[in-house]
């Protein structure tokens, strides 16, 4: 049965190609531009080299990316894609060239190469539905904007600790990431015109925002502000206030949209009909499980077994042996923004399963500290996981504990 293989290196703007047959015989090569015109020349070049008989899952796509219009077009086309890590890729590529030279037609061809001889060794794109990639949309987004929010923060509170830093405690009991601290940061940017707020000035903001204490806080927050200062000349204290005010201003807007997208996270993720199954385990609440959702997708044949899902977290460790070295390690190879969510699960869990405390002090008694033994908390959750997704089930703390219980009391 004839079988094409492409290799595919995506630009911006166009699709460097290869197609070949299974013996790895170049059948043709082309420069592709992005959209349908480049997707429609591309279906021309297949149907050119197949012929009337060569069935879509007879054609196999082999791209640095998994996503994407063009990619969700070769998968509705009926395609097999696999999306290739870019690392996995370079590895591939250097049995052509270990001079490091580089050409778009080059890396065609050596994609093209790998899903040939190499397919049984990559993933293919997971059959996520539409609803987990929204999921995966507003889950990624949210956290891409936090992310974004602390690198702005610090950049603020560097220039504070520079001009002003008696600001940094007096707004401490607010956070000063928080809108009502930023508003009165940027009413008052110098430590001059921070000395002459009066106490309704400084009440009315947090009143707006609901702030509990509001009386007391604003006196703290007066009296920490009229505290002597060391101070600087007064063009470069203005000029500081300048940059202060533009970073508050551009943390009051993050902090508006990352709300907004909150609200877009919880809707996506509680109209998913694994939503459920996710916020019954122990730590889990609608951002997390939003964001735990979007990396595992919902393809349930992506992951053969619980190892499988584990693997892909990263929570599982890796073994390096070599000789008479032979040692346990984590992966540092991994998805961050899923490790990041699991761990944040996991730590979470330890105030609200009994199970999952049990098993986090046995590994913290095995001297492991405390970074290694959440990671292994949050590996064993990941199995949970995986069989309340495959039967359908919720989380059952009992179900789920039982066998290192029996242990435990074996011991």
């Given amino acids: 049965m004839l079988v094409l293989f492409i290799g595919d290196d995506w630009a911006e703007d166009h699709h460097d190609v290869e197609v070949q047959d299974e013996a790895g015989?170049?059948?043709?090569?082309?420069?592709?531009?992005?959209?349908?015109?480049?997707?429609?020349?591309?279906?021309?070049?297949?149907?050119?080299?197949?012929?009337?008989?060569?069935?879509?899952?007879?054609?196999?796509?082999?791209?640095?990316?998994?996503?994407?219009?063009?990619?969700?077009?070769?998968?509705?086309?009926?395609?097999?894609?696999?999306?290739?890590?870019?690392?996995?890729?370079?590895?591939?590529?250097?049995?052509?060239?270990?001079?490091?030279?580089?050409?778009?037609?080059?890396?065609?061809?050596?994609?093209?190469?790998?899903?040939?001889?190499?397919?049984?060794?990559?993933?293919?794109?997971?059959?996520?539905?539409?609803?987990?990639?929204?999921?995966?949309?507003?889950?990624?987004?949210?956290?891409?904007?936090?992310?974004?929010?602390?690198?702005?923060?610090?950049?603020?509170?560097?220039?504070?600790?520079?001009?002003?830093?008696?600001?940094?405690?007096?707004?401490?009991?607010?956070?000063?990431?928080?809108?009502?601290?930023?508003?009165?940061?940027?009413?008052?940017?110098?430590?001059?015109?921070?000395?002459?707020?009066?106490?309704?000035?400084?009440?009315?903001?947090?009143?707006?925002?609901?702030?509990?204490?509001?009386?007391?806080?604003?006196?703290?927050?007066?009296?920490?502000?009229?505290?002597?200062?060391?101070?600087?000349?007064?063009?470069?204290?203005?000029?500081?206030?300048?940059?202060?005010?533009?970073?508050?201003?551009?943390?009051?807007?993050?902090n508006e949209q990352i709300a907004g997208l909150e609200e877009q996270v919880s809707a996506h993720f509680l109209a998913h009909p694994d939503a459920e199954i996710y916020l019954s385990m122990p730590g889990i609440g609608e951002i997390t499980g939003a964001r735990v959702l979007a990396e595992f997708g919902d393809d349930p044949t992506r992951y053969t077994s619980a190892k499988a899902r584990k693997n892909y977290a990263g929570t599982s460790p890796i073994t390096r042996a070599s000789g008479k070295v032979h040692s346990v390690q984590a992966r540092f190879v991994r998805n961050n923004r899923l490790a990041d969510a699991l761990q944040r699960q996991a730590f979470c869990s330890l105030q609200r399963s009994p199970g999952a405390r049990r098993y986090y002090d046995k590994q913290r008694a095995r001297d492991l500290d405390y970074n290694p033994a959440l990671r292994q908390l949050g590996n064993r959750l990941v199995g949970i996981l995986h069989g309340c997704l495959k039967t359908r089930t919720l989380y059952d703390e009992a179900t789920a504990w039982s066998h290192h219980a029996i242990l435990s009391t074996a011991a």
């Fill in 25 to 254: 015989r170049r059948l043709a090569t082309a420069r592709l531009p992005e959209g349908v015109e480049g997707i429609a020349r591309l279906h021309a070049l297949v149907a050119r080299h197949g012929g009337d008989d060569l069935e879509p899952g007879q054609v196999v796509v082999g791209i640095e990316t998994d996503r994407g219009p063009w990619v969700q077009a070769l998968i509705a086309a009926g395609y097999r894609v696999y999306a290739v890590n870019p690392r996995q890729a370079a590895r591939f590529k250097e049995r052509y060239a270990t001079s490091g030279a580089k050409s778009d037609k080059g890396d065609a061809h050596a994609l093209a190469d790998m899903v040939r001889i190499d397919r049984d060794q990559l993933r293919p794109i997971a059959g996520d539905s539409d609803q987990a990639q929204a999921v995966r949309i507003v889950a990624r987004a949210h956290q891409t904007l936090i992310w974004e929010r602390t690198r702005t923060f610090q950049r603020l509170r560097s220039t504070l600790r520079e001009y002003f830093p008696g600001a940094l405690s007096a707004y401490a009991s607010l956070e000063l990431t928080s809108t009502d601290a930023l508003e009165l940061l940027v009413k008052a940017p110098t430590p001059d015109e921070a000395a002459k707020l009066t106490k309704p000035q400084i009440t009315a903001v947090p009143a707006r925002h609901r702030r509990r204490d509001r009386d007391q806080k604003a006196a703290a927050i007066q009296a920490a502000l009229r505290e002597p200062q060391l101070g600087l000349p007064a063009p470069v204290t203005t000029a500081y206030g300048a940059a202060a005010v533009a970073h508050a201003r551009l943390l009051i807007a993050l």
